[in-house]
Nanobody, 117 residues
Framework: QVQLVESGGGLVQTGGSLRLSCAAS????????MGWHRQAPGKQRELVAT???????NYAESVKGRFAISRDNAKNTVYLQMNSLKVQDTAVYFC???????????WGQGIQVTVSS
């Protein structure tokens, strides 16, 4: 079965950086686009970034220039480097698999990112 386990979250001050990692298992990782979503209380779930099998990336306008998604297919791992963090980035972050049908799966626990002022 598909499993995605996020790590690397925590508490950071405004302007700081965090690097999230997502360890994938249960399928041939290299053949799917991967994405990161985030969910904050009282706010709409947001697709933060995606990366295709060959490394093409897309970002939400809110994180452009600050976040970078990457992947290591040999390690079955996707990353989200978050720089210049803002309080507005506070959320639970989820790593997901793109099913190529307008939806994502692999929803797990997610990981908390808290940015303090």
């Amino acid at each position: 079965q598909v499993q995605l386990v996020e790590s690397g979250g925590g508490l950071v001050q405004t302007g700081g950086s965090l690097r999230l990692s997502c360890a994938a298992s249960g399928w041939i990782f290299a053949f799917n686009t991967m994405g990161w979503h985030r969910q904050a209380p009282g706010k709409q779930r947001e697709l933060v970034a995606t990366i295709t099998r060959d490394g093409s990336t897309n970002y939400a306008e809110s994180v452009k220039g600050r976040f970078a998604i990457s992947r290591d297919n040999a390690k079955n791992t996707v990353y989200l480097q978050m720089n210049s963090l803002k309080v507005q980035d506070t959320a639970v972050y989820f790593c997901n698999r793109d099913l190529r049908s307008g939806r994502f799966d692999g929803w797990g626990q997610g990981i908390q990112v808290t940015v303090s002022s």
